[in-house]
């Protein structure tokens, strides 16, 4: 089947994720030449929202508005943030992943105007962050530090520190890169200092099920790898029902070799309780994998964990 002609792409207004669309389209320029793309930017109610996301409905804020234009035929194709996509829930109905790209940098990275590492930050330093995952795991291993409430996209949240809204703040690697803002990173956050979020620095394409001929055509962007990572982390949310305060995180790694691995935690907000779980597999399905995993925090305990949590 040939490509179509045009395809329109629907994404969050936001800086960062214009930044992402023109990756998409990039890729698909070089992958057919002849190929025209439009982008239809809105903006979700989690962009307008400044408060708790919990009161919106979780993560499924940043997506909900951009569904909405995709389902409608407003749109051929939709890029997400994995990340921001709920995993508790399946897909819109009529919709489905076409392709997950190449895995971008899952990291965490600090920001310090003075260019301070995170272990030379002293007590009381205020971080900028309003990350349920990042709290937690800072409440473990520098309780010396405080959170204070921050969201908004990068650029905004790097004016608010400007500001003096904050000391630090605490950022992806992978947004960072994405709008070009790698020059304020005072330090890059190990995964064993910091845990990343599921779905952390993949890119993923939803169609609409009945679009074949745009399913073709952005198939060919899919990155093998990545498919199998995200496959694995988000069966493993799915498993455990986590919900927008849980403070759940983890990565999949998928070896040259064919071995997959999963690595997660789930913390209490206060870090005072950390759950761990690891398991390799070769072949395995990247879905069993995720299951496996979570059956195994099941098991010590996160069930009661995540369920204590007020949402």
């Known amino acids: 089947m040939s490509a179509p002609d045009l395809i329109r792409i629907v994404s969050r207004s936001s800086p ?33 929202w400044m408060g708790d996301l919990a009161k919106l409905g979780g993560k499924g804020a940043f997506t909900k508005e951009v569904d909405a234009a995709l389902i409608a035929g407003e749109a051929d194709l939709a890029v997400h943030c ?12 009529g919709t489905t992943f076409a392709a997950f790209l190449e895995r971008d940098d899952i990291r965490d990275a600090l920001i310090h105007p003075e260019g301070l590492t995170l272990d030379e930050l002293p007590a009381g330093t205020r971080i900028g962050t309003s990350s349920v995952r990042r709290i937690a795991q800072l409440a473990a291993s520098h309780p010396e530090l405080e959170c204070v409430p921050m969201r908004g996209n990068a650029n905004r949240r790097l004016e608010k520190l400007a500001a003096g809204d904050a000391d630090a703040l605490l950022l992806a690697v992978s947004g960072l890169e994405r709008i070009g803002r790698t020059d304020v990173i005072s330090e890059v956050l190990s995964v064993e200092t910091m845990c990343p979020p599921i ?113």
């Open 16 to 48: 960062m994720a214009l930044a992402q669309v023109e990756r998409v389209r990039a890729e698909l320029t070089a992958l057919h030449p002849g190929i025209r793309t439009e982008v239809v930017p809105v903006t979700t109610s989690g962009d307008r």
């Open 199 to 311: 779905g952390a620095g993949i890119l993923a394409l939803q169609c609409r099920e009945d679009d074949t001929a745009t399913i073709d055509a952005v198939s060919g962007l899919g990155d093998p790898a990545a498919y199998r990572e995200a496959t694995a982390e988000r069966m493993f949310l799915h498993v455990l029902q986590g919900h927008c305060n849980s403070p759940i995180a983890g990565y999949a790694r998928a070896e040259r070799s064919g071995d997959l691995s999963l690595r997660a935690r789930v913390f209490t907000p206060d870090g005072k309780r950390v759950l761990n779980a690891h398991e390799w597999a070769g072949p395995l399905d990247p879905a069993t994998l995720g299951t496996s995993v979570a059956v195994a925090l099941l098991r010590q305990g996160a069930r009661e964990l995540i369920d204590g949590i007020a949402h």
């Open 82 to 93: 994995v990340k921001d996509v709920p995993a508790d829930r399946p897909l819109p109905a």
